[in-house]
Each structure stands twice: as structure tokens, then as C-alpha cells.
């Protein structure tokens, strides 16, 4: 069967794998490791072998096998290539992602090469590793292919800086295919002997194992997470038992060549190894950064020449983003072009060592916005990151409001993020990964005097925010929305001078950085930032109440004797989506809605009424009124309790008043009766059921002066 070239390119995956510290210790102890490298083995301070990388998405490798059509009795891993991005933490899922990128041929007698390559990406959202695999096929070469670049790996003519020897145990074997691979050859005597070996043999993984762990030991002890990249060529079989020398030369700072050879045969089992390490000094920087990297990450910051969005491209670059500096260099009010803006930003950048290309597009039309985007794929291949922050003022009073004020702001700052977005977020759904920021204002969240466009503006991209990040969840795509508050330009007029200079834009990149890295947990989310000071704003929805029977339209009246219900937000929630918002409506008339709510009216108790009397006060009817009512309630649920009202206040004590004007005297049943309306004041006087003593006149104004509804 020949190999099926139609699987090149063909995505495989994804492909989900969930592990624990467990897992991490059983690979571990797989390769070999014990009591001498205790932090691979023991849960507390647990470190990751970097090779786990391959271990753990095995499945990918055996479905690229699957997928190229390979001859199975003639394959063989090949090569191993694994870049790290990130270091492993020790426990979580992973989500690999790849295909076959090539398929070359070595000739009839010599075989073919499949090339796959995948991406990790872990459940934190970071991407962990990128594995380059090369298998084998040995009855598959002639197909007429490109025989492929051949790479030989030269080794100084010297003796290595550092050799490593080790024995992995006779039954090794059995231990390392708990890690995944589980294949007979492995672990099958008979089947072992009939594919022409003495006995099971040792997978070229687990080997691949103990190399890992012994470049470590010697260029870069106890910090595996140093790992930059690690690639191996697998060369001979090795039985169990047989002892092995890692020997490693040291090429350069941060990069070394090794092999591993068979210290019984001489045969050499692993070539052709490259590792790659992170310096002292940049494992610790990036340690000091807190973990927040960019390293991989292309990020666009729109309108990054000046204020919020040149901080955000600074750091953003800092941290390892390569960064789009996107600036029209226009003026406050959106007049005028220039690049020098988004020029200078760039050698900032590049002056710290980090990577940057200006762009001077407007935001405002769907071409600009296409360009931006172009320009990140141009220079560096994806986009990871944007940023919608560019913005312009055009304060008026409404009157004063003409279109073209209207439109310009609503230009750059809603279709704005449209335009940008839309282009980015294609590429970042090819890519299954993505983090969006809008930039909201307290103008918009909360109204500002003078700026209608504005507000209307920052408030619709909550809109647009709330149906991205939908829209976004299945791609790993996440939304969130800052409302800043910093001196700028945009502010520099607006602010008290004292407090322009404490208002740095810097205080609020922190939260931003945060929402655009791989850690950022949340999606639809707005935040106010500013002078170090965060907090989170949400629309909530209160619980409401049905007004009739929901076949009978209420009146408006009807409305306005609920309305304290209507208005209450306690215990207000937020909602997902709208669907989800339409629930409490769809629910309220349920029969067991309902009965609740009969049920919470009918438990209305005594103590209940009295707490809610302050409310219930119609503090505009008092003018005037001196009163003091008390009232004492018999029954179980009875007390005292005596309201005084005076210079338009309200105020309700338990006990008895020294000097009550009128006291109301009633069971505990007839008075909530009374209270839902159920029971008439003068029926319930006449009947006996209420009794009035002192200022009989003075107890008409209750009605009037407290509106329980
Ligand atoms: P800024 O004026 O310092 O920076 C805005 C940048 O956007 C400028 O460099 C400008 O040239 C650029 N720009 C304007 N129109 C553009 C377009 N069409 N295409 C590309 N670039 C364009 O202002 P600041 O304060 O840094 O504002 C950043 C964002 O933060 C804006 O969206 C603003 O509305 C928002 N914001 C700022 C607040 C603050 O206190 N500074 C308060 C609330 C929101």
C-alpha cells in the first residue's frame, strides 16, 4: 500500500490529554529517575522531565502513523525534535494539534521520511511545546518524492565535556509503556522473537528519556524548565540492561550536541542530539516577570503611539510579544496623519532588545483595519494578541452634536474594533487561540456630560465584547474590556493637575498585560483601571416580579404597585448570554414559580412589615406630620413596635413609645391580611378586628404615609 500523500497538510487532532502529578512521576520514574533527582519523583516541589512533551501526546504520533498510510512492519521512529515555550506545569490537560507536513523519499531500498508537527497547548492556555516528529518507513521509500533536506549533525573532534552512564533495569520496559506507549514489541517475548529481535526491546523514547535527564545534570542542573529545545535521531535498538554513556559536547553558551551510545556494543543509539538552553540570567528574568511571557505572541495595539496603547506596546514587547505598533499620529480629534508616532515606539522597542514593525493605518475604514492585520501575518506569521485602544475626542452637548462629530468618533472607536477584530480574529480561530481587549470609559459605563458620541460608542463595544467572546469560546478565543482612566493626551484638559501626575498610564497596563496572556481566565469581562486601583463592572439583572397572571395584560397601575419589586436588585445575577436571560421570564409562570411566589408573599411575617417600613415611608405625603404610631400586634408573631414620623423622616423601633399619638391594636393574622390587601381598614375597624385608641383621626394618615405594596 503506498503512503497517502493527500494526508499532508490534513489537520490531525484535537487531541486531549488529562494528567496528573501522578503521571508526571510514573514517566519519570520510566526514564529512570529516582532518589538522586527526588524533584522528578516527589510531589512536593515536583519538576517536569522535559521530555514528557513527547510521552505525553504519544496518541498523535501513532495517528500521523495511522493517517499516512505508513508500511507498519517497516516503521520506525525516526527523529524527535520538541521546541519548549513554556515549562510543564505538573498537572492539567493537554490539547495537541497538528498535521503531516512532509513526506520525503529516500529511494527504494533506502525508505521514506513522514514529517508531522504539533502544537501543546495546556488547559492554563499556554502553549507549552511544538514536537516535530519524524518516523520511519522502511518498506515505503521509491514513491518519487523529494528525498527532503539531509542534516548531519558534526560533532567536535574532541572528547565530550561531560558523559553520563546509566543502566536502565531489565524490565524497564514494563514500566515506561505505563506512560502510553504499549506496544508488544515492548513488552512481548514471542512477539519480540518473531520481529526479529532476542527479546522485548527498550522503547527509543524511554532512551530518549534518560538523555534528557543526563544534558540536564550537566548544563543546566535542577532547572529543567531551562529547556529550550531538545532533538534527537533514533539509530540502533537497545536491549534492557545494557548500559548507556550520554556523552555531551558543549558548542556554545546555551547549546550543546549529544549522543547516547551502548556501552556493551559500542552501537551509538541516540545521534545526532541538539539541546538548547535558556541562560541563567534569562531563565531568571523570565522567573522575576512573575510567569506572564509573551514569548510566541504577536500581539496588535491600535493606536500604540502615544498614551495607553504605547505603554501596552512596551511591555507587551518587554515580556517577548512581537508588536505591531499600530498609529495614525493624527491629532486629538482624529484630524491629520503622521508617522513618526508609531515610528519612535518601535525604536523604543527595538532599543530594549525586543522585536517591533510600525503600522500607520486608520482604524476607521475595514481596509485599514485589513492592512494591520496584514502587516502582523507579514512580519511574523500569526496574530495572538489585539489590542482596540486607538480613540479620539470630539466633545459637544447633544445640541451641539452634529453628525459629522457623531460619526467620527463612532468611526474610530466602534468600527474600529470591528475593523480590526473581524481580519485578527479569522487568524486566531486558523490558530485555536486568541485574546481580545476593547477599550471601554467610565463615559460610556456611566455617562459623561459633553460626550454623547463617545459614550455611545464606548458602551457598544460592551456589545460587541459580549458576542465575541461567544462567538470566540470554542476557538480559545477570549474577550474582555478595560475602562481606563490615565493621563494622556485624551485627558490632559480634563484632569485636576495633582492629579494628571499620579495617573501614569502605566498603572493600568498590569491588568491589561494580565488579560491578554495565556493565564487569563475569564472571557467577557469589564474592569476599571487606574492609579493601581481595579475593579470589575458587570451588568447585573435583579430577580423582578410578575405583574398578574401573564394571560391578562396588567395595567400600568399594576405595574407602578410592583414597582419596588421591579427595582430591586437583590440578589441580582449576571448572565451568560441572552438565552440564558430570558430564564427567570420564561420560568416566572411555571406552576412552581408561582407557588413559590404565593408562598414568599403569604410568608410575610409581622417582624417583616416593621423592617420594611422605612422603605414603605412616602416621605413627600409627611410635610408637617408629628405622629407616633405603635402598634401592638397579639398572636405568635406579635410585639410592639412604635413608627415615629417627624420633620419628613421615618423611624421604627421595637417596644413601646413613652408618648404614642395613636395606638393600633390587631392579631398578628388580621394585620398581615390588612398589609396584602386583603382585609379593609374600615371593615376591619367596624368588624372589631382593628383597634384604635388615642388620636383616632391621626391613624387615617397611615394609608397615606406608607405605601406597602
Ligand atoms: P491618546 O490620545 O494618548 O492615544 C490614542 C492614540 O490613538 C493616539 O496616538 C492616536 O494617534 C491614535 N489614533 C487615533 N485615531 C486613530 C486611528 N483612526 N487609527 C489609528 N490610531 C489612531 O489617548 P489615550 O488616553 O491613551 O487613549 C487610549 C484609549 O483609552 C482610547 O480608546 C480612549 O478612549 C481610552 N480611554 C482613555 C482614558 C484616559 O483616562 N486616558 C479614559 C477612558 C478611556
Redesign the pocket.
Known amino acids: 500500500m503506498a503512503l497517502n500523500l493527500d494526508a499532508i497538510g490534513k489537520k490531525i487532532g484535537p487531541l486531549t490529554k488529562d494528567y496528573t502529578w501522578k503521571d508526571v512521576i510514573l514517566y519519570a520514574l520510566g526514564v529512570g529517575a529516582g532518589f538522586d533527582e527526588l524533584e522528578y519523583c516527589y510531589e512536593h516541589q515536583l519538576k517536569v522531565i522535559p521530555s514528557f512533551a513527547i510521552a505525553s501526546v504519544f496518541e498523535f504520533l501513532a495517528e500521523a502513523g495511522l493517517s499516512s498510510n505508513v508500511d507498519l512492519s517497516g516503521v520506525l521512529h525516526g527523529e524527535q525534535d520538541i521546541i519548549f515555550h513554556n515549562p510543564i506545569p505538573t498537572e492539567g490537560s493537554l490539547t495537541t494539534e497538528g498535521a503531516i507536513t512532509a513526506m520525503y523519499d529516500k529511494g527504494k531500498d533506502k525508505g521514506a521520511l513522514i514529517v508531522a508537527e504539533a502544537e501543546t497547548i495546556h488547559s492554563n492556555g499556554r502553549k507549552l511545546f511544538t514536537n516535530i516528529f519524524t518516523i520511519f518507513g522502511r518498506k515505503d521509500g521509491g514513491f518519487g518524492g523529494d528525498p527532503g533536506p539531509s542534516e548531519k549533525v558534526e560533532f567536535p573532534d574532541r572528547a565530550p565535556d561531560f558523559e553520563e552512564k546509566a543502566t536502565p533495569s531489565p524490565n524497564q520496559p514494563l514500566l515506561y509503556r505505563l506512560s502510553g506507549d504499549v506496544f508488544q514489541l515492548h513488552v512481548d517475548p514471542e512477539f519480540a522473537k518473531a520481529s526479529g529481535f532476542e527479546m522485548p526491546i527498550m522503547h527509543g523514547l524511554c532512551t530518549h528519556g534518560y538523555a534528557c535527564r543526563a544534558v540536564i545534570k550537566h548544563l543546566f542542573p535542577g532547572e529543567p524548565e531551562r529547556m529550550k529545545r531538545f532533538r534527537v535521531r533514533f539509530s540502533r535498538t537497545l536491549y534492557p540492561g545494557d548500559p548507556i554513556v550520554t556523552k555531551i559536547w558543549k558548542t556554545a553558551e546555551g547549546s550543546a550536541l549529544f549522543q547516547t551510545v551502548n556501552e556493551k556494543t559500542g552501537d551509538v543509539v541516540i545521534d545526532g542530539g541538539i539541546v538548547e538552553w535558556l541562560s541563567a540570567e534569562e531563565y531568571q528574568r523570565r522567573l522575576e516577570m512573575g510567569g506572564i511571557r509573551f514569548e510566541d505572541r504577536v500581539a496588535i495595539v491600535?493606536?500604540?503611539?502615544?498614551?495607553?496603547?504605547?505603554v501596552y506596546a512596551l511591555e507587551l514587547a518587554r515580556r517577548g510579544a512581537k508588536v505591531v505598533v499600530?498609529?495614525?499620529?493624527?491629532a486629538?480629534d482624529?484630524t491629520g496623519s503622521g508617522t513618526a508616532?508609531a515610528d519612535k515606539v518601535v525604536e523604543e522597542i527595538k532599543a530594549l532588545g525586543g522585536e517591533a514593525v510600525a503600522n500607520y493605518?486608520?482604524?476607521?475604514t475595514p481596509e485599514?483595519g485589513r492592512a494591520i492585520v496584514d502587516t502582523a501575518i507579514k512580519a511574523f506569521g500569526h496574530v495572538d494578541i489585539v489590542i482596540n485602544?486607538?480613540?479620539?475626542?470630539r466633545d459637544k452637548s447633544l445640541v451641539k452634536m452634529d453628525p459629522e462629530n457623531w460619526k467620527a468618533v463612532m468611526?474610530?472607536?466602534l468600527k474600529?474594533a470591528y475593523n480590526v477584530t473581524r481580519p485578527a480574529f479569522i487568524k486566531m480561530r486558523e490558530n485555536r487561540y486568541g485574546r481580545i481587549i476593547f477599550?471601554?470609559?467610565?463615559?460610556g459605563l456611566y455617562g459623561n456630560f459633553g460626550q454623547t458620541n463617545?459614550s455611545a460608542a464606548?458602551t457598544a463595544l460592551i456589545g460587541f465584547m459580549n458576542t465575541v467572546k461567544l462567538e470566540g469560546e470554542k476557538y480559545n478565543i477570549k474577550a474582555n474590556t478595560i475602562?481606563?482612566?490615565?493621563?494622556?493626551?485624551?485627558?490632559e484638559d480634563v484632569m485636576p493637575p495633582d492629579l494628571f501626575e499620579k495617573?501614569k498610564?502605566e498603572f493600568v497596563a498590569p491588568l491589561v498585560l494580565y488579560l491578554c496572556s495565556d493565564q487569563c481566565p475569564v472571557s467577557g469581562r469589564i474592569y476599571n483601571a487606574?492609579m493601581g486601583y481595579f475593579n470589575r463592572a458587570a451588568i447585573l439583572t435583579g430577580p423582578g416580579t410578575v405583574v398578574g397572571d401573564g394571560t391578562e395584560v396588567p395595567t400600568p397601575e399594576d405595574v407602578a404597585s410592583k414597582m419596588k419589586q421591579i427595582m430591586s436588585m437583590e440578589g441580582a445575577q449576571e448572565f451568560a448570554n441572552a438565552t440564558e436571560a430570558f430564564g427567570p421570564m420564561l420560568e416566572a409562570f411555571s406552576p412552581k414559580k408561582q407557588a413559590e411566589a404565593a408562598q414568599a408573599e403569604a410568608g410575610l411575617t409581622v417582624k417583616e412589615v416593621f423592617d420594611g417600613m422605612v422603605d414603605a415611608f412616602q416621605a413627600d405625603q409627611a410635610a408637617g406630620v408629628d405622629v407616633v404610631f405603635q402598634y401592638e400586634i397579639s398572636g405568635d408573631q406579635g410585639g410592639t413596635w412604635n413608627v415615629v414620623v417627624k420633620d419628613g423622616t421615618c423611624e421604627v423601633n421595637e417596644g413601646a413609645h413613652e408618648n404614642p399619638t395613636t395606638t393600633i391594636k390587631m392579631s398578628d393574622a388580621d394585620f398581615l391580611a390588612l398589609m396584602r390587601g386583603e382585609l379593609n381598614a374600615m371593615a376591619a375597624y367596624t368588624g372589631g378586628k382593628l383597634k384604635i385608641e388615642g388620636d383616632l383621626m391621626k391613624s387615617q394618615l397611615i394609608e397615606k404615609l406608607f405605601k406597602v405594596s
Open positions: 491600535t493606536g500604540a503611539g502615544a498614551g495607553l496603547g504605547k499600530n498609529d495614525l499620529g493624527g486629538r482624529g508616532a493605518d486608520s482604524v476607521a485599514g485602544n486607538a480613540g479620539i475626542l468611526d474610530v472607536h474600529g477599550t471601554t470609559s467610565a463615559a463617545y464606548k475602562a481606563p482612566v490615565a493621563a494622556t493626551r485624551l485627558t495617573l498610564p487606574g
